[in-house]
């Protein structure tokens, strides 16, 4: 995925919002379960890796106009979205619990 950027949804969790590597086709992945922002990977629930290049720190023109879509078609209101999440703040959040540090 190119020119991506990460939305948090309240009920859903962590997404990709950017375009295919192979052509300009703007997506929408399923619920991130794995990123490593150093190697350029997350991996979504449905299985898929994506390869991660030029990211965006917030949705460019065309990512907004798929987000306005997504949200109009599964009735996902604003405030149930974070926008420009970090690839970081992603990784940390989604440490297994097992490996977590006590606080």
């Not at 086709?25 to 190697?39: F, G, K, T, Y």
């Not at 997350?42 to 991660?52: I, P, V």
């Not at 965006?56 to 023109?61: I, Q, R, S, T, V």
Request: aromatic share 4%.
């Amino acid at each position: 995925m190119r020119r991506w950027t990460i939305i948090r949804h309240r009920v859903t969790g962590y997404r990709l919002v950017g375009l295919d590597i192979g052509g300009d086709i703007p997506r929408i992945s399923s619920p991130v379960v794995e990123i490593d922002p150093d190697a350029g990977t997350a991996r979504t629930e449905s299985g898929r890796l994506y390869r991660l290049k030029d990211h965006l720190a917030a949705p460019g023109p065309l990512q907004q106009l798929l987000l306005k879509h997504w949200q109009s078609q599964f009735g996902v209101p604003d405030e149930d979205l974070e926008l420009g999440v970090a690839p970081d703040d992603v990784a940390l959040d989604l440490v297994p619990a097992a490996n977590a540090r006590p606080s």
